[in-house]
Nanobody, 125 residues
Framework: QVQLVESGGGLVQPGGSLRLSCAASGFTFSTYHMGWFRQAPGKEREFVAAIRWLGRMTFYADSVKGRFTISRDNAKNTVYLQMNSLKPEDTAVYYC??????????????????WGQGTQVTVSS
C-alpha cells in the first residue's frame, strides 16, 4: 500500500535545527516529485519546498529560502528537509507529499497524489 511516513519533528529552540525525513513505499518513488507542506493551527496548509524526480531542481517558499534545504535519496525512497535557523513562526505540522505530475503548480496541494500523516515541529523557548 502507498505510504509516506514523516519523522524527525520535535521541540527546538529558536535558531536551532531539525532534519525531517519522509520514507515512501508502495509506489515508484523515483518517478514522483516530492514536496513538503506545513499547517499551523487556524491556517491553511502552506507550501514549504519541492524537489523534482531527478533531484536536480528544487523550489522553496520565500519564507524558508536560505534556511531550509530539500533533498532526496531515490535509492532509499526518502526525501529530507533540513531546517536551520528555525523561527517560532516555523511551528506547524509538516507533511510530506508526492506528485506524479507537478508542472508549474508545485505549490498547490491539490496537485499532490499522496500525503503522509505529518510530524509536529515546535520552535519555542
Amino acid at each position: 500500500q502507498v505510504q509516506l511516513v514523516e519523522s524527525g519533528g520535535g521541540l527546538v529552540q529558536p535558531g536551532g535545527s531539525l532534519r525531517l525525513s519522509c520514507a515512501a513505499s508502495g509506489f515508484t518513488f523515483s518517478t514522483y516529485h516530492m514536496g513538503w507542506f506545513r499547517q499551523a493551527p487556524g491556517k491553511e496548509r502552506e507550501f514549504v519546498a519541492a524537489i523534482r524526480w531527478l533531484g536536480r531542481m528544487t523550489f522553496y517558499a520565500d519564507s524558508v529560502k536560505g534556511r531550509f534545504t530539500i533533498s532526496r535519496d531515490n535509492a532509499k525512497n526518502t526525501v529530507y528537509l533540513q531546517m536551520n535557523s528555525l523561527k517560532p513562526e516555523d511551528t506547524a505540522v509538516y507533511y510530506c507529499a508526492a506528485a506524479r505530475n507537478i508542472g508549474d503548480t508545485f505549490k498547490d496541494t491539490l496537485n499532490y497524489d499522496y500525503w503522509g500523516q505529518g510530524t509536529q515541529v515546535t520552535v519555542s523557548s
